[in-house]
């Protein structure tokens, strides 16, 4: 009996690293494959969010190495630095919900499920864009120079922009993420 929990535990440790694995990978080809939309300070690649979103309702070490393949990928696949840093600041819209998921565990309620994990996902998209602008803030006071935005560089309008359209991206893609979550969870594959 011992024997076969000590197997379970390091098959379940197995499974873990491979799905971690695996949404990483996910993570830099959807970064580095799909079409980004890109107006200068924000840009939009749809569906970049997702496995991250799928990471942080497995593990802390999943989001984790999720959030850096994501990042490696935006790395490789622009030369802007205004990305890189909105892409850098994911860490706290991830470490935010992970910290909500810890306390109160909505994937698992019963009573208001999709209340709670809606309400869920609307803060986790407010973290992430006050992240995101903070980070174009914080790039522009070290020095950084904007990129073209079309003629309207005004900060406010950079950061409105920066800040919804983050929120909004991240809405869709956590309840792209929550759907097929659901779906792996239901064939037991997560």
């Known amino acids: 009996m011992e024997n076969q929990n000590i197997i379970q535990k390091k098959l379940n440790k197995t499974r873990l690293i491979t799905i971690s694995a695996l949404l990483t990978a996910i993570s830099f080809l959807m970064v580095y494959i799909v079409p980004t939309i890109d107006i200068g300070v924000w840009s939009l690649t749809v569906g970049s969010h997702v496995p991250t979103f799928i990471a942080m309702f ?52 019963t009573k208001n499920k ?15 864009g006050i992240f995101e602008a903070l980070s174009v803030v914080l790039g522009l006071a070290v020095g950084f120079v904007l990129p073209s935005t079309g003629g309207n560089s005004t900060l406010v309008y950079l950061l409105l922009i920066v800040c919804l359209g983050t929120v909004v991206h991240s809405i869709i893609d956590f309840a792209l993420a929550y759907a097929v979550y659901i779906a792996l969870n239901k064939f037991k594959i997560v």
């Open 114 to 128: 999709y209340l709670k994990v809606s309400l869920f996902g609307l803060v986790i998209a407010l973290v992430h």
């Open 58 to 109: 497995i593990s802390p070490v999943t989001a984790v190495f999720t959030y850096l393949g994501t990042l490696l990928a935006f790395i490789i696949k622009t030369g802007n630095i205004f990305v890189w840093l909105r892409a850098g600041s994911h860490i706290f819209f991830i470490i935010a919900g992970l910290l909500i998921l810890r306390k109160y565990d909505m994937l698992k309620a």
